[in-house]
């Protein structure tokens, strides 16, 4: 199940930085995940400073 990003996400772009599969970008009101292309790895989880990203 891939990663998703959650409404506490402020937009810093470490996580997106973090993915090995590119599959974060910026979405119109907070960074997204494109399940299709998440690897399930949790990077961008560790990365996150709010601790928006929930698998």
């Known amino acids: 199940?891939?990663?998703t990003i959650t409404d506490a996400c402020i937009?810093?772009?470490?996580?997106?930085?973090d993915c090995?599969?590119?599959a974060i970008s910026e979405g119109s009101a907070h960074f997204?995940?494109?399940a299709d292309a998440c690897l399930d790895c949790g990077a961008c989880a560790?990365?996150?400073p709010t601790g928006a990203?929930?698998?």
């Open 11 to 17: 937009s810093c772009g470490s996580c997106a930085a």
């Open 20 to 22: 090995p599969a590119g």
């Open 1 to 3: 199940m891939a990663y």
């Open 53 to 55: 990203i929930e698998n």
């Open 46 to 48: 560790s990365t996150c």
């Open 32 to 34: 997204e995940i494109d």
